[in-house]
C-alpha cells in the first residue's frame, strides 16, 4: 500500500512540498520542493484506500472522520498545493468523474419536493452556525471587494449596492428575490432603494429570520418574505434578481427558470443573476461536496446558461466576471470560522466542525487555483431599457452609497 500511495501522489503532485507520513509509519516527500513546506499524516490504511480508489470523495471523508490528519500547516495548505497542480484531476480519478458526467442530470433532477429537501439540509442548519463566520447581514454569497482591504461587512454591503445599482430600482417598483437568504438584500433593496420587494425562499429557519428582521427594521410593508418556489410564484415584477439561488436550480431546469423568469418579468423590466461558474466548460459536481454539503447542487458554464436565456426569448445586457472575490470572501469566512471553531463543536461535534472546515477551504482553494468564477447577468425583454454604456453603474452606485448614510443603524437578532 505505501509503494503504490508513493507511486500515484508522486505522478499527480509536481508542485509544492508535501511530505506524507503513511499509517504504516513511512514518510516520503513529494513535488518539486517550492512553497512552504506541508506535511500530512494518514491514521488508517483504510483513508489510504479511499483516497487511492477515488480521492474527491475519499480525502474529505478522511479528514472529517480523523482519519488523515495536517500536522504542519492546515487543511487550506493542503488543498492549495493538491489544486495547484498541472491536472485538474489524478488519472485514476477520472473514471468517476466520467461516470459522475453521464448521470449529472439525474442527480440534480430538482423537482419542487427534491429541491426542498435540498435546501434544508444545508440552510436549515441552526442559525447560530453562520453567525459564527458570516458578516453582521448573514450574507452567504460572493461578496464584492472594491478595495484589497475592505472588511468583509464592507464587501458584502458592496455587493448588494453593486448588484442594486445594475437592477436601476426606482421607488415603488416591484422587485422578486428568488432565493432570498435571510433577507439581507430584500430588505437593502426595500430600505435604501424603495422597493417593494417579494422573497422567497425554501428554508423554514430563512424565512423565519428575514420576515422577524423585516418586522424589526419596520419594512413589513415593503419586504415580505415567502415560503415558495420560483415556479409557483405569480407576477409580473418590474425587477428580478436572485444572488446565490441558481446553484441550486440543476442544468435540467435552466429552461424551466429562465421561461418563468421571462413570464414574471414586466415588459420594461430588469433581472439581475448572480450565479457561481465555471470557466472551463461543463463539468459534473465534486462528489464530497454533492453528497455533505450541497445535494443537488451544479455550479454552470457560461456555455450552459446562455442557451436557455435565448430560449426564454431574454436580452442580455451586461456579463460581469468576478475574479478572485469569493477566494476572498471564503478567506474571510474560513478565519472567521476557525476564530470560533469551538462554538460549531458545542452545536454540533468535531466531525461536524472538520467537515465544515474542509468544506470553506475546498472552497477558497478551488477559487483561488482554479476555474471558479462568479458571474453577473443583465437581463431585460427589450432592447433600450438600460442605458447604452456601463457609466450610470458607477453614478448609481454614488446615490445608493449617500442613500445609506441616513439608513436606519442594523439590528441583531438576540443570541447574535
Known amino acids: ?232 410564484v405569480p407576477g409580473p415584477f418590474d425587477r428580478i434578481v436572485s444572488v446565490g439561488m441558481f446553484e441550486h436550480v440543476g442544468a435540467r431546469f435552466y429552461d424551466t427558470y429562465f421561461q418563468r423568469c421571462a413570464e414574471l418579468l414586466s415588459d420594461d423590466g430588469v433581472m439581475l443573476l448572480h450565479s457561481i461558474g465555471r470557466s472551463q466548460g461543463p463539468d459534473s459536481t465534486n462528489p464530497w461536496i454533492a453528497k455533505y454539503i450541497f445535494p443537488g447542487g451544479y455550479i454552470p458554464s457560461l456555455s450552459e446558461v446562455l442557451p436557455a436565456i435565448e430560449n426564454a426569448g431574454l436580452l442580455v445586457c451586461d456579463i460581469e466576471i468576478l475574479r478572485l472575490h469569493y477566494a476572498e470572501t471564503l478567506k474571510a469566512w474560513r478565519e472567521r470560522f476557525m476564530a470560533r471553531r469551538e462554538e460549531a463543536v458545542q452545536l454540533y461535534d468535531e466531525r461536524f466542525a472538520l467537515m465544515w472546515e474542509f468544506y470553506l477551504a475546498a472552497s477558497e482553494m478551488t477559487f483561488r487555483k482554479q476555474g471558479m468564477m462568479n458571474f453577473q447577468i443583465q437581463l431585460t425583454k427589450h432592447q433600450g431599457v438600460v442605458p447604452m454604456t456601463r457609466d450610470y453603474i458607477a453614478h448609481e452606485e454614488a446615490r445608493l452609497r449617500a442613500l445609506e448614510g441616513g439608513a436606519k443603524p442594523k439590528l441583531r437578532l438576540a443570541g447574535e
Open 1 to 232: 500500500m505505501d509503494r503504490l500511495l508513493r507511486s500515484f501522489l508522486s505522478q499527480f503532485i509536481r508542485r509544492g512540498s508535501l511530505t506524507v507520513t503513511t499509517a504504516n509509519g513511512s514518510k516520503f516527500t513529494v513535488g518539486d520542493g517550492t512553497g512552504d513546506p506541508i506535511a500530512v499524516r494518514f491514521v488508517t490504511s483504510d483513508a489510504e484506500r479511499k483516497i487511492l480508489i477515488n480521492p474527491e470523495l475519499g480525502l474529505g471523508e478522511a479528514y472529517m472522520n480523523g482519519e488523515f490528519l495536517v500536522e504542519r500547516g492546515n487543511i487550506a495548505d493542503v488543498l492549495a498545493i493538491l489544486l495547484d497542480q498541472p491536472e485538474l484531476l489524478p488519472h485514476w480519478a477520472k473514471p468517476w468523474w466520467h461516470l459522475r458526467y453521464l448521470v449529472r442530470h439525474i442527480r440534480q433532477f430538482n423537482a419542487r419536493a427534491r429541491s426542498r429537501r435540498n435546501v434544508a439540509h444545508h440552510y436549515d442548519l441552526d442559525a447560530r452556525l453562520y453567525s459564527l463566520f458570516l458578516d453582521a447581514d448573514k450574507q452567504y454569497s460572493c461578496a464584492y471587494f472594491e478595495t484589497p482591504d475592505a472588511t468583509l461587512d464592507d464587501a458584502q454591503l458592496a455587493k448588494k449596492r453593486h448588484v442594486s445599482a445594475k437592477l436601476l430600482v426606482k421607488p415603488g417598483q416591484r422587485v422578486l428575490d428568488i432565493g432570498s437568504g435571510w433577507g439581507g438584500l430584500g430588505l437593502y433593496l426595500a430600505e435604501i432603494a424603495g422597493a417593494e420587494v417579494t422573497g422567497v425562499t425554501l428554508s423554514t429557519e430563512q424565512l423565519q429570520i428575514a420576515n422577524t428582521r423585516a418586522a424589526e427594521k419596520g419594512l413589513t410593508h415593503q419586504a415580505r418574505f415567502l415560503l415558495q418556489d420560483y415556479r409557483d
